[in-house]
């Protein structure tokens, strides 16, 4: 306990260095047949420090559904009578109005509906109440509005992602809303941080540090900073993953010879071997009900994806195209399979369709690695580099919606993206 407890004064004194640099996103692909959508400035939007709609039209836009369009400055608000003739006549099919309204103590009420153009109908709204530094928040819960609402699908902009960035000897683990905003470094070291993995709750983060001049897996709590080394045995401790209901991790150990996948309580007790095998098991990934572990073997001759009862039992090959598929990630559907595979040289971020065994590419390589679904299944995040540089790339599950995320002079890698935040 005592090598944690001076760890953790040194990851202390470290994270008062630099604030941590922000993500900047590129669009690099849009998607097909996107929704035409107005966002009207909000009508008392100027007394914040950054307008509501700019952060809703950018979320929406980014996520390759939207098409926004520029409306100009309109004398509008969520009670507005709407002229539906003039908003069809510029194209929309839908039509976001809203206004801010001061309340006591410097708090402002958010009011705003959601409009169907063609219908001429409303489809909801919301009245929010915040404090000014909750504005980007807030806005981002308007944007999941939106995107639910015209697409049937839960949108994922008020959620967070986790990501390592290496600036010269400097490692940071950082969090971040999901559009690269407010980031924040969680540890920061000198040595390697890697394989970052949220909590089903989203209130811990496990990954593995190097700190102490060999691979430790802590579940840190990023709420109170406090953190635990759960899995400090002789030899490798390596990529953690959490059970579904946060009760029980997965590691990989090398403490009894070989590298081999164990399950544990989340706070390192309980320990047991998943299976008996010589071969080298690693990269475990739970499913989302439960009932399987996904890993990476050689157990065939070369690296393939396997899955095995949670419980312990016989593996089944899930991967046979190829000769080189790794980094399984689950949707969070059970649905599809997302892995890295290697073709020609090439790392490249796949996605299997578990019933049909259909695979697609999504990435564009040529190092993928590291892939993590949105909690809605919808989008993924991944690293990969260009001349030497890393950096995070977003694809939408069927390829079509990318962007790129990264930091000015700096590496930035092993993303994980969050759950859905707990509803309010």
């Known amino acids: 306990m005592l090598h944690v407890l001076r760890a953790l004064a040194l990851a202390l004194v470290l994270a008062a260095g630099p604030a941590a640099a922000q993500l900047s996103i590129e669009i690099?692909?849009?998607?097909?047949?996107?929704?035409?959508?107005?966002?009207?400035?909000?009508?008392?939007?100027?007394?914040?420090?950054?307008?509501?709609?700019?952060?809703?039209?950018?979320?929406?836009?980014?996520?390759?559904?939207?098409r926004t369009l520029y409306t100009g400055p309109q004398n509008l608000n969520e009670a507005s009578?709407?002229?539906?003739?003039?908003?069809?006549?510029?194209?929309?099919?839908?039509?976001?109005?809203?206004?801010?309204?001061?309340?006591?103590?410097?708090?402002?009420?958010?009011?705003?509906r959601l409009y169907d153009v063609p219908k001429q109908v409303s489809l909801g709204g919301l009245a929010l109440a915040m404090s000014p530094q909750q504005a980007r928040a807030t806005a981002h819960r308007i944007a999941d509005f939106v995107y639910e609402k015209l697409t049937g699908d839960r949108g994922v902009f008020s959620t967070r992602i986790a990501y390592v960035v290496k600036s010269g000897p400097r490692y940071e683990l950082q969090i971040a809303d999901a559009d690269g905003q407010n980031p924040q470094a969680a540890l920061v070291s000198r040595e390697p941080i890697i394989s970052p993995a949220w909590s089903p709750d989203g209130n811990r983060i496990a990954y593995v540090s190097f700190e102490n001049k060999k691979p430790v897996v802590y579940v840190h709590n990023l709420?109170?900073?406090?953190?635990?080394?759960?899995?400090?045995?002789?030899?490798?401790?390596?990529?953690?993953?959490?059970?579904?209901?946060?009760?029980?991790?997965?590691?990989?150990?090398?403490r009894d010879g070989g590298t081999q996948i164990f399950v544990m309580n989340a706070d390192g007790s309980g320990v047991r071997r998943l299976m008996s095998t010589s071969a080298i098991d690693t990269e475990p990934q739970f499913s989302p009900?439960?009932?399987?572990?996904?890993?990476?073997?050689?157990?065939?001759?070369?690296?393939?994806?396997?899955?095995?009862?949670?419980?312990?039992?016989?593996a089944q090959r899930v991967t046979f195209e190829g000769t080189y598929n790794v980094s399984p990630r689950l949707s969070p559907d059970g649905r599809q399979l997302a892995f890295i595979r290697r073709d020609g040289g090439r790392f490249q971020l796949a996605v299997m369709d578990l019933a049909t065994r259909q695979t697609q590419v999504?990435?564009?390589?040529?190092?993928?690695?590291?892939?993590?679904?949105?909690?809605?299944?919808?989008?993924?995040?991944?690293?990969?580099?260009?001349?030497?540089?890393?950096?995070?790339?977003?694809?939408?599950?069927?390829?079509?919606?990318?962007?790129?995320?990264?930091?000015?002079?700096?590496?930035?890698?092993?993303?994980?993206?969050g759950p859905f935040p707990p509803a309010n």
Do not use: C, M
């Open 28 to 66: 690099t692909g849009g998607g097909a047949n996107q929704i035409p959508i107005a966002v009207v400035p909000f009508a008392g939007e100027g007394a914040l420090a950054q307008p509501l709609t700019d952060v809703i039209d950018a979320d929406l836009r980014a996520s390759g559904r939207f």
């Open 362 to 417: 999504v990435g564009e390589g040529p190092r993928d690695e590291s892939p993590s679904f949105a909690p809605n299944g919808k989008t993924l995040i991944h690293a990969t580099e260009t001349n030497g540089r890393g950096f995070l790339a977003t694809t939408s599950s069927d390829g079509r919606v990318k962007q790129r995320l990264s930091v000015p002079a700096a590496d930035v890698r092993e993303p994980a993206w």
């Open 289 to 314: 009900d439960g009932q399987f572990v996904y890993f990476t073997s050689d157990r065939g001759g070369s690296p393939q994806i396997y899955r095995v009862p949670a419980a312990g039992g016989d």
């Open 223 to 254: 709420a109170t900073g406090q953190r635990q080394a759960v899995a400090n045995f002789k030899g490798s401790n390596s990529a953690p993953a959490w059970s579904p209901d946060g009760r029980l991790l997965a590691v990989v150990l090398s």
């Open 81 to 112: 009578p709407i002229d539906f003739a003039t908003w069809r006549g510029r194209n929309a099919d839908a039509l976001v109005v809203g206004g801010v309204y001061p309340l006591p103590n410097g708090r402002y009420e958010v009011r705003f």
